[in-house]
């Protein structure tokens, strides 16, 4: 993500680079935060989120004190709508937030993902000690961000119920199910694998013991997408078949929807010819942030696959 111009300057008069002072809170050095080591306040108690998936919404679970995030253009209404009674200031969308509000907030601490890359974080330093989260696993990452922000919780203890809740569902799956997920956005479809490195959603599926088909299944952790074309929807050949549809995009309204559930292609599938396919929730599965998005992945396994044969 590129920050605006005005961010560059606004931050260059106004504030020194942090990373040319000496450090006066701790220093966190962990292969999964950048830059490392990263010098953040003991106790932070303004926080500002450039992201509103991973980062807003596990630190609002680990109570952590958020003053702004960009809620522009948000799926998941419930994170949202938590965000704004906690009086988390809107700064915005995630590719544009507001530089005057984040200036304004006067943040002692700035977080963030990786993806938002260096240039955004180098940005961010000039306005206040910042540090971005950059784990892949779902888990590491909440690691990572109590470590950064100094929260007093355990991810043992945050994680517990769902630890045990995945632990039962795995003996209540049945042996020979097979699972197929796709993404259908308005213009192609996206299959997130269940491979080593495998977007959280997908981990879940896969820490629950769900199986997903051949085509769906990676073991190099390089590869966590495909974007399958008509015919190559044919590896979706599981007995159940879930599907995502609209939130970031308008799949769900444009037509591409009923395009997709009206072609003879998709109606060959052998889930579709079963019966057992399912639209499922797009804020959970492709806007993911933290346990709580976790546990309704396993509401879905519930609903979908425990007991069905």
């Given at each position: 993500?590129?920050?605006r111009?005005?961010?560059?300057l606004i931050?260059g008069?106004?504030?020194p ?14 292969p999964h935060v ?13 926080i ?8 807003l919404?596990?630190?609002?679970e ?25 009086s ?13 509000k984040?200036?304004?907030l006067?943040?002692d601490?700035?977080l ?21 989260i950059t784990?892949q696993?779902?888990?590491d ?17 945050v ?10 569902l795995r ?5 020979d199910l ?6 259908i956005?308005?213009w ?10 495998a ?5 879940v ?15 190099d952790?390089?590869e ?16 159940v ?7 970031t995009?308008?799949s769900?309204?444009?037509?591409r929807l ?19 396919v ?15 998005s976790?546990?309704k ?9 425990v007991?069905?044969?």
């Amino acid at each position: 993500m590129a920050f605006r111009f005005l961010f560059a300057l606004i931050a260059g008069i106004l504030f020194p680079a942090v990373a040319s002072a000496a450090c006066e809170g701790r220093l966190v050095d962990s292969p999964h935060v950048m830059p490392s080591p990263a010098c953040v306040p003991d106790k932070p108690q303004r926080i500002v989120s450039l992201d509103a998936g991973y980062t807003l919404g596990m630190a609002i679970e680990l109570g952590l004190p958020v003053a702004g995030a960009p809620l522009f253009g948000m799926s998941d209404e419930a994170l949202r709508e938590k965000a704004e009674s906690l009086s988390v200031e809107n700064l915005g969308s995630l590719t544009e937030p507001s530089v005057e509000k984040i200036i304004g907030l006067q943040p002692d601490l700035i977080l963030g993902s990786g993806f938002l890359g260096e240039n955004a974080l180098a940005l961010a330093s000039r306005v206040a000690p910042a540090a971005f989260i950059t784990a892949q696993n779902w888990k590491d990452y909440l690691r990572a961000l109590i470590e950064v922000s100094g929260s007093d919780r355990k991810a043992e203890d945050v994680l517990a119920d769902y630890e045990s809740r995945v632990a039962r569902l795995r003996d209540e799956i049945p042996e020979d199910l097979t699972v197929s997920v796709v993404r259908i956005t308005s213009w192609d479809f996206q299959v997130y694998l269940d491979s080593p490195d495998a977007y959280a959603p997908f981990a879940v599926l896969r820490e629950a013991g769900v199986r997903r088909t051949a085509y769906e299944t990676s073991d190099d952790g390089a590869e966590t997408l495909k974007r399958p074309d008509w015919e190559q929807l044919a590896g979706l050949d599981g007995n159940v078949l879930l599907y995502i549809v609209g939130g970031t995009n308008t799949s769900d309204t444009d037509g591409r929807l009923e395009e997709v559930l009206d072609n003879p292609l998709w109606q060959q599938l052998p889930a579709v010819q079963a019966g057992r396919v399912y639209r499922v929730d797009p804020a959970t599965w492709m806007e993911f942030s933290g346990v709580g998005s976790a546990h309704k992945v396993l509401d879905d396994i519930e609903r979908y696959f425990v007991g069905k044969q």
